[in-house]
Antibody
């Protein structure tokens, strides 16, 4: 059974960086058949895919155009987890952030969600 | 970008009655590998989305058989044969044919009349 457990600060100041980590159990971040995603949810934007990392003989990343230039998703193979960093945040980045596994070309397992508030 | 449009956005249903949610995509969701990557999620209040149906009509393990997915191309439907109290929540469709981007519908809020 795959489980994803998120951690990270819930309050971030404007212009600073948001950082979250997703710890994986029951699968490997280096799996050749999975991809590891960050998705956020807010009343104004609904569910919005942000980016992913995956391994297919080498590491790849894909990012949404809406956050490209501000986002980094990194794997940590030693801890079997992956992370999200979103720079230069504004109040519009306030949302519930989820990590999720993609297997078979669709998201199947999700983390518990983290409400991150951007406020001074 | 592919746009996913759900209807209705609000769905009041009497217990034991059927319910139906429509999801339309702005482009065909048939992938070059022949599969159609259309997924349905249920999100109960205060919880993470839970996958119910993948590749249009494949029910996930543990999902009651009163949930059925159907459709093709750009037109898809989630049906609940007899609504139960535990079905209250918001239902989302999502496309993942056009990788790497997932695109979600706006959500349909199911409530008991």
């Amino acid at each position: 059974q795959v489980q994803l457990h998120q951690s990270g600060p819930r309050l971030v100041k404007p212009s600073q960086s948001l950082s979250l980590t997703c710890a994986i159990s029951g699968d490997s971040v280096s799996s050749n058949s999975a991809a590891w995603n960050w998705i956020r949810q807010s009343p104004s934007r609904g569910l919005e895919w942000l980016g992913r990392t995956y391994y297919r003989s080498k590491w790849y990343n894909d990012y949404a155009i809406s956050v490209k230039g501000r986002i980094t998703v990194n794997p940590d193979t030693s801890r079997n987890e992956f992370s999200l960093q979103l720079n230069s945040v504004t109040p519009e980045d306030t949302a519930v952030y989820y990590c999720a596994r993609d297997s078979g070309h669709t998201a199947d397992y999700w983390g518990q969600g983290t409400l991150v508030t951007v406020s001074s | 970008d592919v746009v996913m449009t759900q209807s209705p956005l609000s769905l009041p249903v009497t217990l034991g009655q059927p319910a139906s949610i429509s999801c339309r995509s702005s482009q065909s969701l048939v992938h070059s590998d022949g599969n159609t990557y259309l997924t349905w999620f249920q999100q109960r209040p205060g919880q993470s989305p839970r996958r119910l149906i993948y590749k249009v009509s494949n029910r996930d393990s543990g999902v009651p058989d009163r949930f059925t997915g159907s459709g093709s191309g750009t037109d898809f439907t989630l049906k609940i044969t007899r609504v139960e109290a535990e079905d209250v929540g918001v239902y989302y469709c999502m496309q993942s044919t056009h990788w790497p981007h997932y695109t979600f519908g706006q959500g349909t809020k199911l409530e008991i009349k």
